[in-house]
């Protein structure tokens, strides 16, 4: 019985689907590694929610105004409002090859809560990743301090 080339092709070109599939990393909240440079420089993130240990105290938070802009040239700009004083920082931004941490430098820490100290990172885990989310978290002492954004207008 001779093969059929057809099913051949078929078959051939379904298993190579599966193989880019597989390979392709994702956060684990959504988006694809792949294209997070892409992603992440599209737009200014402004902070929309804010989750400490799993609790949401957006509404509790001394800074208003978040923002946080990833250039292509690795600069970070970060501005926000604290006290009634605007804040604005320059950084320095690297997304760690083939992870899913990015590493900030230059910036200084915030003061997020009454209940919680100053608070930074250099290493920041990101969950989420996509045109119009972007969520990252760390962890600061024994405080996990989780980060939604969402594209400013």
Known sequence: MKPN????KKIVFFTLIL???SSCK????GGFVNSADKNLTRQTW???TYLRNGNDETSQLLISGFEETFNEDGTLLRSYVFDGNQ?????SWTL???TKQIKIDGVSSLQLTAQSSTVSSS???VLKLKKKEFWYFFENGSDRHE???VPKN
């Not at 994702?26 to 909240?29: A, G, I, L, N, V």
């Open 5 to 8: 080339t057809k099913s051949m």
């Open 19 to 21: 193989v880019g599939l």
């Open 26 to 29: 994702r956060f684990d909240e």
């Open 46 to 48: 402004v902070l929309d």
């Open 87 to 91: 804040m604005d920082q320059t950084g």
């Open 96 to 98: 760690k090859s083939d």
């Open 123 to 125: 290493d920041i885990e």
């Open 147 to 149: 980060f939604h954004f």
